[in-house]
């Protein structure tokens, strides 16, 4: 019975160090980063379509996407562009992007977050504009 309870409390101990290193773990910077992968957002959007579950290899990942900006949401602290109506990117409002426009080409890296079938949508976060 003893050795039950210093084994439990040991995972227990184990558990509890791995999840605040998770939490406090630092931001991945991805302007400085190297691409894991690079598409254009035609092939991203592609190979969505051809496959819904090609979301597994990328999640996590810091990627490079060059498309057309179809929408721009802005708020108060980020700003979504809509790459090529199907690659969704959030972005930290700063003075750099004041000159975005609809329909103007972009090159943008950011980190893959999922797919939404719902929608459609590619979604890319902590993404900065190389290009």
């Known amino acids: 019975m003893k050795r039950a309870i210093i084994t439990i409390s040991v995972v227990i101990i184990a558990v509890i160090c791995y999840a605040t290193y998770q939490y406090n773990k630092p931001q991945q910077d991805v302007l400085s980063s190297n691409s894991d992968y690079s598409f254009s957002a035609i092939q991203l959007i592609e190979k969505f379509n051809q496959d819904a579950n090609a979301s597994t290899p990328l999640f996590d990942k ?8 179809s929408l721009i949401e802005e708020s108060t602290n980020t700003s979504i562009l809509i790459l090529n109506d199907g690659i969704k990117c959030e972005i930290k409002n700063n003075d750099a992007q004041q000159n975005l426009t609809k329909g103007m080409s972009v090159k943008i890296k950011g980190v893959f977050s999922g797919y939404d079938d719902m929608f ?12």
């Open 62 to 69: 810091i990627i490079t996407v060059s498309g057309k900006i």
């Open 120 to 131: 459609n949508e590619i979604a890319l976060v902590k993404c900065v504009i190389i290009e």
